[in-house]
C-alpha cells in the first residue's frame, strides 16, 4: 500500500511524527541497554566482557548496516527501506527476550539494523517537507538522539529497580510496530530512485573495516593495548579502509561515492560528528556513573540507578529545546554559529565535569549545558551535511555522518572505561583524580570541535563543487 504524497502542513506535520517516531526509538534502543548491563549480567550469570557484547553487537552492526541502508533507500526507495528495518528489529528484539546470553546479544546485533533509520529520515524530509519545513524537520530529528539518550538512562533505572531485564525489550517491540504502522500511512514512497548496482565488494570491505575498528576499541582494554589481537585487529582495519579507498575509486558505482567527502562542509562536519559523538557518550556513561559512587570514596553521591538517571533530566529537556530552536535560528544566523554555539555550550558542560563537580548543583548545571550542546550541536550537523548535498545523495552523506559519531562514541566510551579502570583504587571503585582525566577526554574533544568549527564556511550553499557533484545548490 503506498502513502500518499504530504500536499499540506497536517500531512507533513504527521510524516515528522512518524519519523520523530522512529528516531525516538532508534535512540532509546541504543542507550537503554547501558545501564542495565549489570542487571543483565546477574540474571544471565554472564561475564563482564559476554554482557558487553550485548552494546558491541549493537555499534557493530549498526555502522555497516548504516552507510547501506542510505544507500538502499537512494536505490529501492526510503520508505520501503526505513518499513524494512523497522520489521527487522522487530525480529531482533523478539529475541533479545530470550533468556540466554547467546540470544540477547544475537538480537541486539539485530537491533543494530536500526542505525539506517536516521540517514533514511533525513532523506525522506528533504524529498518530502516545504523548503521552509527542512530545518525544522531536520533539527528535530537529530535532537532527538539525544532525548533518547537521556530518557533512557532514566527509563533503565526504573526498569532495572521494578521489573526484569527483559522489560527493555517487550517494552520496545510495540513501539517499533506501532512506528512502522506511521511510517506505512504518513510517510510516501519515493518519487525517483537512483538506479544503480550494489557495490557488494565496497559494502563488504567497509563492513571488514568498521568491524575490525569497532571490537578493536572495545576489546582493546581486556586483550591489551600492545597485544597480539590488538595490533591484529588495527592491522585488518586498515588493510579493509586502505583496499574500500582503492575500490571505490575504482568503481562507477561505489557503495559510497568518496567526492562526497571532499567539500570542506562534509569533512569538517564528519570531524566534528565524531568529536561530539565522544563528548556525548562519555558524558551519558560518566555522570550517571559518577553520582551512583558511593559517598564512602569521598567524592560519589550514593544515588541509586532510579536517582541517577534524574541528573540527566536537564540534559534531556536541554536538548529538545535546543533542537527546536535550531531551525528557527539557523534563518537567522546561519548553521555555522549554531553548531559553534553547541560546542561552546558543551566545553562549558566539561569545564565543571572535569574540574568542579562536588555538588548536585554543578552536576545539573553540567547536565543542562551539556544538553543544550548536544542538541543544537547535533541538529546543525544533520542540517549541514543535508543542505551540502545533492537531494539523491542525502540517504549516503547522512550515513557516514551517523556512522563517524557512533565511531565517536565507542571511541569517548571505551577511553573513559580504560582510564577508570586504570585509575581504580584497591577496592576496586574508581577514584576522584580517575573521574577528572575521563571527563577530561570529553572536554579535549568539544575544545578540538570548537575550534574546527570556523572552518565550515558561511552559507553552505555556495560550496557544492559543481564540477565533482554535477550542479550547484543556491539558497
Given amino acids: ?28 534502543m541504543q542507550s537503554l541497554v ?41 536505490m529501492f526507495g526510503k520508505r520501503r527501506v526505513l518499513i524494512a528495518i523497522l520489521l527487522i528489529v522487530c525480529a531482533g528484539t ?15 546485533a539485530i537491533q543494530g539494523v536500526s542505525g539506517g533509520v536516521l540517514p533514511l529520515g533525513y532523506a525522506i524530509v528533504r524529498d518530502e517537507c516545504d523548503e521552509d519545513q527542512i530545518p525544522r524537520g531536520i533539527a528535530l530529528l537529530a535532537s532527538l538522539l539525544g532525548v533518547g539518550g537521556g530518557l533512557g538512562v ?55 573495516g568498521l568491524v575490525s575498528t569497532l571490537i578493536t576499541l572495545t576489546q582493546a582494554r581486556s586483550w591489551g593495548v600492545a597485544s597480539v589481537p590488538t595490533t591484529l585487529g588495527v592491522v585488518i582495519a586498515v588493510a ?16 559510497i561515492d568518496l567526492r562526497l567527502l571532499r567539500p570542506r562542509p562534509i569533512w569538517t562536519t ?52 535546543a533542537g527546536f530552536a535550531v531551525g528557527p535560528l539557523e534563518h537567522r544566523y546561519g548553521l555555522r554559529p549554531l553548531l559553534i554555539a553547541g560546542t561552546v555550550s558543551l566545553v562549558g558542560a566539561f569545564i565543571p565535569l572535569t574540574f568542579a563537580r562536588s555538588t548536585p548543583a554543578e552536576i545539573y548545571l553540567a547536565s543542562s549545558l551539556l544538553g543544550i550542546g548536544v542538541g543544537m550541536a547535533l541538529s546543525a550537523l544533520a542540517a549541514i551535511t543535508v543542505a551540502s548535498v545533492q537531494a539523491h545523495q542525502t540517504g ?15 571511541v569517548g566510551g571505551q577511553i573513559a572505561a580504560a582510564i577508570l579502570a586504570t585509575a581504580a583504587s584497591a577496592d576496586g571503585l574508581p577514584t ?34 559543481a564540477q565533482a557533484f554535477g550542479a550547484t545548490r543556491h539558497g
Avoid: K
Fill in 1 to 28: 500500500m503506498a502513502g500518499a504524497q504530504p500536499s499540506s502542513r497536517t500531512d507533513q506535520r504527521a510524516l515528522l511524527a512518524a519519523l520523530a517516531g522512529a528516531s525516538l526509538s532508534y535512540s532509546l
Fill in 34 to 74: 547501558i545501564p542495565a548491563l549489570p542487571a543483565i549480567q546477574h540474571a544471565l550469570d554472564g561475564t563482564p566482557d559476554e554482557t558487553s557484547w550485548a552494546v558491541t553487537g549493537f555499534l557493530l552492526t549498526s555502522a555497516v548496516a548504516t552507510p547501506i541502508a542510505g544507500r538502499f533507500g537512494d
Fill in 94 to 108: 523478539l529475541l533479545c527476550v530470550i533468556p540466554t546470553i547467546t540470544a540477547l546479544i544475537a538480537g541486539r
Fill in 154 to 208: 532514566i527509563l533503565a533505572g526504573v526498569i532495572v529497580e521494578h521489573l526484569s531485564y527483559t522489560w527493555i525489550f517487550w517494552l520496545q517491540l510495540p513501539t517499533f510496530l506501532v512506528v512502522a504502522f506511521l511510517v506505512q500511512r504518513h510517510v510516501p514512497e519515493s518519487r525517483s530512485t537512483v538506479p544503480a548496482r550494489i557495490d557488494w565488494l565496497g559494502a563488504a570491505l567497509l563492513s571488514v
Fill in 240 to 255: 579493509a579502509f586502505a583496499l574500500w579507498v582503492r575500490s571505490a575509486t575504482h568503481t562507477h558505482a561505489p557503495l
Fill in 270 to 321: 564528519n570531524l566534528v560528528a565524531f568529536l561530539v559523538g565522544v563528548a556525548q557518550f562519555a558524558g551519558f556513561i560518566l555522570i550517571p556513573q559518577y553520582v551512583q559512587e558511593p559517598a564512602s570514596t569521598g567524592y560519589g553521591l550514593g544515588a541509586s540507578p532510579l536517582s541517577s538517571g534524574v541528573y540527566l533530566i536537564p540534559m534531556t529537556v536541554g536538548v529538545l529545546l
Fill in 396 to 410: 549516503v552523506s547522512s550515513a557516514v555522518n551517523n556512522v563517524a559519531r557512533t565511531l565517536g562514541g565507542a
Fill in 432 to 465: 576522584a583524580d580517575g573521574f577528572d582525566a575521563a571527563f577530561a577526554v570529553g572536554l579535549v574533544a568539544v575544545v578540538v570541535a570548537t575550534l574546527i568549527g570556523p572552518l565550515l564556511p558561511g552559507p553552505v550553499e555556495e560550496v557544492i563543487d
